[in-house]
């Protein structure tokens, strides 16, 4: 098994580039920030970007946590892979890494100032630590159940980036950009009445819908499920209580990226057309 380790302090763009240097060096798999990815695949691990604190996204990135290194330690026995790039500050932060996982030393290290130029440091510097975004090498898809709560969005590359991709990490051109709860920007949270406002103001934006009271939000670490209680106008009541659902799904995740697992709708009421509206 042969152990590469990009190098470079935070904020220098290292898990940017890490799929580019996957490809261009024929590297099966990657270990960064606590998360072990095999062609795009995260296997094993948690994101130290997950952590509320700079300093437990420090432990995590180096395995600290017993279960959590068991777990990577098995996945990595298991696949057996040829090669692993270890992402790191430092090459004394490699080596820990590689020694808390029963890793071989690192036969190369790679400086991002061998990969970049000063211009895309300073831009991955301003990103990091100006808008608080972090880039984890894998789609959007693969991280989104883990970071429900987690602003997050996909940073595709462009097509002239993917010429070249060895198989198996074209799959992976998808970086996603999070910031974390412990950005540099400040810690921030959303509350259950804003989600309660959300739903209500989907409902009144749903055809069909007299009311939507009450609402109750069940909080999980891959999301929330959603009770709501709904008043409906006579009519199609079932089409209208499955659009309400696709609003609320929609409405939710897109303005507080909370991940929705369901939308239960129980029909309260049914709310009959006004007698006097009628022709005499």
């Not at 897109?254 to 029909?267: G, H, K, P, Q, R």
């Amino acid at each position: 098994m042969k152990i590469y380790s990009l190098i470079g302090k935070s904020g220098t763009g290292k898990s940017f580039q890490a799929l580019n240097l996957c490809s261009e060096m024929g590297i099966d798999s990657i270990v960064d920030d606590g998360l072990f990815i095999v062609r795009g695949h995260i296997v094993a691990g948690e994101s130290a970007k997950r952590q509320e604190t700079k300093i437990r996204a420090v432990k995590t990135a180096l395995f600290t946590d017993q279960q959590h290194r068991d777990e990577v330690v098995r996945k990595i026995s298991k696949l057996n892979p040829a090669s692993i790039l270890v992402i790191g500050t430092s090459e004394k932060m490699a080596r820990r890494i590689c020694v808390r996982l029963g890793l071989p030393e690192p036969h190369v290290f790679i400086p991002i100032e061998n990969r970049t130029t000063l211009e895309e440091r300073e831009i991955a510097y301003k990103q990091r630590y100006e808008a608080g975004q972090h880039i984890i090498p894998a789609p959007t898809l693969q991280i989104k159940k883990d970071f429900s709560g987690y602003f997050i969005h996909p940073f595709r590359m462009i097509r002239n980036d993917l010429d070249g991709l060895i198989d198996g990490w074209t799959q992976s051109a998808e970086r996603s950009v999070v910031r974390p709860t412990y950005s540099y920007m400040g810690k921030y949270s959303i509350s259950d009445k804003a989600i309660v406002d959300i739903v209500s103001l989907a409902g009144m934006d749903t055809g069909g819908i007299a009311g939507v009271d009450p609402v109750f939000i069940k909080n999980r670490k891959e999301g929330i499920i959603i009770d709501a209680g709904v008043v409906m106008n006579a009519g199609a009541v079932v089409s209208a209580a499955k659009a309400l659902q696709a609003a609320v799904v929609r409405d939710v995740e897109e303005m507080t990226s909370i991940n929705v697992l369901s939308v239960d709708i129980n029909i309260t009421g049914v709310q009959l057309p006004d007698a006097g509206s009628g022709d005499e």
